[in-house]
């Protein structure tokens, strides 16, 4: 068997997919170290300040190479940052907290979200006023909002506020950044860059504070950019990698040993055991899994264990099950099986002992080559909305892309990433299980 391994050396295609499969599970065991199970889920379920600095269906950073722009990234300040705060009385023993918030904006075009993030501690029941006003490079200064009314953890969402779309008669985003003036179509304005600065003016009660972030969303972020809900994509595509590898290779494990033991114990014993073997395999070969997986996704529960479960469990009296038949039949009159009857080797120890193994290089080549099968099987029900809702897996990724409409939208690399990393884990197995075919079956060597 080693033997036969080490002529693996002589296929390039099965180095280069060995090589693919070594840096996928390095790739898994980073996804498991760096990011825990809880904290992935967490992560991809969100919420309320899980991903509220990261813009919306942003492109991967690394899109900026290919482009002659220097498209707009994320810029985020906070008084704990950069800002500068001043605390000023008030006769009426409330206290005037000015925050100045400057930042850096030297990008070409237009940022595609503007937001603060402002948070009070007070007593009593009177809301702080807050007043929020805008400086770009030429020393303009825009007011934004006067004398507004903020609870204690409050966002501002400058770039939907109505008044502001009325008032600049475009967007907001459009209107703050632009170098042109007033009068000149949104279509035909260019971002400016330099130096701008957001200063905040709360009154709140006196002991009370104040503190404010302002987030400017860019277009490109992180490694695999974002999508609809904010979230990092590089968060599924990490954790995707251990679910498809432990989904495909236990789906693997779990039909095709147990399909190769059952039709060796049946082939030996023959009779009812054979007959009965072959019949359910029969029924189950007419039996579409698909729509079976699909049923209970729908109606009963979308666990990816649970289906793993009732993969394996149809794949086990599968067409796999005749081929390995048709084998034993050929090996249980080998001399060598009689020579263990005749010394008195008893049934299970002739099957497991003997049998088997005869066939274990035949069954080396299927199992690697039918593991990505596993792994496309469960894509696909997720990209039909029946995947874990809670794990970050390949599929799930294309199934929001495909709801959001990601593809008309020129989202690409919201597909194209995780269908690419599928293909490559296909054409990994691919090309070892081919070679390991090669290998085991010296026929295959001259075709």
Request: charged fraction near 15%; glycine fraction near 8%; proline fraction near 6%.
């Amino acid at each position: 068997m080693l033997r036969r391994l080490r002529e693996l050396r002589r296929y390039p295609t099965a180095i280069f997919g060995i090589g693919v499969i070594s840096i996928l599970v390095l790739v898994s065991l980073y996804a498991l170290i760096a990011l825990p199970y809880s904290e992935a889920i967490r992560l991809w379920r969100g919420g309320p300040g899980v991903w509220d600095d990261n813009p919306r269906n942003a492109m991967p950073a690394w899109f900026d190479l290919f482009t002659s722009a220097n498209l707009p990234r994320t810029v985020i300040v906070s008084t704990a940052d950069a800002g500068v705060k001043v605390v000023e009385p008030l006769p009426d023993g409330r206290n005037r907290i000015q925050i100045t918030l400057p930042f850096d904006y030297p990008y070409d075009g237009f940022p595609t979200e503007v937001t603060l993030f402002s948070e009070a501690v007070y007593e009593g029941t009177t809301r702080p006023r807050l007043s929020v006003q805008w400086k770009n490079p030429s020393g303009e200064t825009l007011s934004l909002a006067t004398n507004r009314a903020m609870r204690a953890s409050d966002i501002y969402y400058i770039s939907q506020d109505g008044q502001l779309m009325a008032k600049f008669g475009t967007l907001p985003e459009v209107a703050l950044f632009s170098d042109a003036a007033m009068g000149v179509p949104a279509s035909q304005r260019t971002s400016a860059k330099g130096e701008y600065a957001v200063v905040v003016q709360a009154d709140v009660p006196e002991g009370g504070d104040f503190n404010a972030k302002l987030v400017v969303y860019g277009r490109v972020h992180g490694l695999a950019g974002t999508d609809h809900r904010r979230r990092d994509i590089t968060v599924a595509l990490l954790w995707g990698t251990p679910l498809a590898l432990v989904f495909g290779l236990l789906a693997a494990v779990g039909s095709t040993m147990t399909t190769f033991i059952l039709a060796g114990i049946g082939t030996w014993f023959g009779g009812k055991t054979d007959f009965i073997f072959q019949r359910i395999t029969q029924v189950n070969m007419v039996i579409p899994t698909l729509p079976i997986l699909i049923m209970v996704g729908q109606f009963y529960s979308r666990s990816l264990w649970l289906m793993l479960g009732i993969i394996i469990a149809m794949s086990i009296f599968s067409g796999a099950m005749v081929t390995y038949r048709a084998m034993f039949l050929q090996a249980k009159e080998a001399a060598y099986i009689e020579a263990a009857r005749a010394y008195g080797a008893s049934n299970f120890r002739t099957v497991f002992r003997y049998l088997l193994p005869r066939i274990v290089p035949v069954l080396l080549p299927n199992f690697v080559t039918v593991v990505p099968a596993f792994v496309f099987l469960e894509a696909s029900l997720a990209v039909l909305g029946l995947g874990d809702p809670i794990l970050p897996t390949w599929g799930k990724v294309i199934h929001d892309a495909q709801t959001q409409s990601a593809l008309y939208k020129g989202l690409y690399y919201w597909v194209l990433q995780p269908a690419i990393l599928l293909m490559i884990t296909g054409f990994a197995f691919a090309m070892v299980g081919f070679a390991l075919d090669r290998v085991f079956n010296p026929r295959l060597r001259t075709v």
